[in-house]
């Protein structure tokens, strides 16, 4: 019997994004798998039901329909990561049913428990492993790209200056100064985006290895004299500094934010709260109708002032928070994580079901629930559980 795959409309505040775009559905469709979904899902995203119809998806009569007939269930935000709107799905889920999607888990542990509660299986993207062979899978990085290069435009038309310099019958304007805080992927593509625009633009990051890739792109790199060895963990991800290191950070950095007209700041840790590396009083230095844009709004953000979703504005200064850029560019953004969706679950398929094979790295990390249980250890050990032995594979 073919796996059924069932695509739901994302139903958090704002969220346009679809899980599975229509050129995804095809390629899952090879493998044997049927589709059915909720009738208008991908509509916010762009892509009407004719889309899909014609790539033989079964449209349902309504959303409780696709949870019945699904076996697995690709969503953008899954109950984790979409915790009011999301529990009204919790009564939805039954036994054995593959959830896949961002569920923050590692500061939503309790919303996996609720799905392990319900015995559904719970694949979480944003703990898909920084490896080579699971870089198509890579939302993170897909997300962040969206998020680097919606924020400089953001910045472009908040400020009130432009972006290149030009040489006019009124005289040359100076470029504008663009200083971007972390160069992980969302501060590379604001970097190159930033550049294209025509800024100068200047980048800083805990890591010293990136020196090289931020110069690659046109940017000048600030080097301060700061000992951060230990900042990027074993799966690339940034780690947390001790205190001390941001503070020395902060008062070396503050030359720098004074003499930018935009800011850029990407830097994250997951399931932490967002170091704080622009204080109010460095935006005080900052010149009446510069910008800050905060990518880590969402975990406090990088600026003291930060509001998530707000517009702040003090001395001046105008400071944004927004949490969720990709879903304003939802047709590509959709596209993007589709095809992040579509390469697990592809690499997952055996035989017409689900393989979660415990010892690929990829599903090791991945697997947040199953069997009624939460078996990924750094979610466990978030909920104070005991490490537990691994399910048995297959």
Known sequence: MAMMIG?????????????????????????????????????????????????????AADRAEVFRLADCLPQVRTLGANLEAGVTDLELIRHGQVLVGFADPLVAASAAQQIAARGGTLLAMELIPRITRAQSMDALSSMASIAGYKAVLLAATTLGKLLPMMMTAAGTISPSKVFVMG?????????????????????????????????????????????????????????????????????????AVAASDAIITTAAIPGKKSPVLVTAEMVRAMAP??????????????????????????????????????????????????????????????????????????????????????????????????????????
Not at 7 to 17: A, T
Not at 33 to 45: K, L, N, Q
Not at 208 to 216: F, Y
Not at 364 to 377: A, S
């Open 183 to 255: 160069a992980g992927v969302a501060g590379l593509q604001a970097i190159a985006t930033a550049r294209r625009l025509g800024a100068v633009v200047e980048a800083y990051d805990v890591r010293p290895a990136v020196k090289e890739q931020v110069q690659s792109l046109g940017a000048k790199f600030l080097e301060l004299p700061l000992e951060t060895a230990g900042a990027q963990d074993q799966g690339g991800y940034a780690k947390q500094l001790d205190e001390s290191v941001y503070a020395k950070q902060r008062e070396l950095m503050l030359k």
């Open 289 to 394: 109708g510069s910008v800050i844009v905060d990518l880590a709004a969402e975990r406090g953000g990088n600026c003291e002032l930060t509001r998530p979703d707000e517009t702040v504005v003090e001395n001046g200064v105008t400071i944004l928070g927004p949490t969720n850029l990709p879903s304003t560019v939802p047709l590509h953004a959709s596209q993007m994580y589709s095809r992040n969706v579509a390469a697990l679950l592809c690499h997952l398929l055996k035989d017409g079901s689900l393989n979660f094979d415990l010892s690929d790295p990829i599903v090791r990390e991945t697997l947040v629930t199953r069997d009624g249980e939460v078996v990924q250890p750094r979610v466990r050990e978030v909920l104070g559980l005991a490490p537990a032995e691994p399910p048995a594979a297959g």
């Open 7 to 59: 695509i739901v409309k994302e139903n958090y505040p704002g969220e346009k994004r679809v899980a599975l775009v229509p050129g995804s559905v095809a390629a899952l469709r090879k493998l044997g798998c049927e589709v059915v979904m909720e009738p208008g899902a991908g509509v916010p995203a762009g892509y009407g039901d004719a889309a899909y119809e014609r790539e033989g998806v079964r449209l």
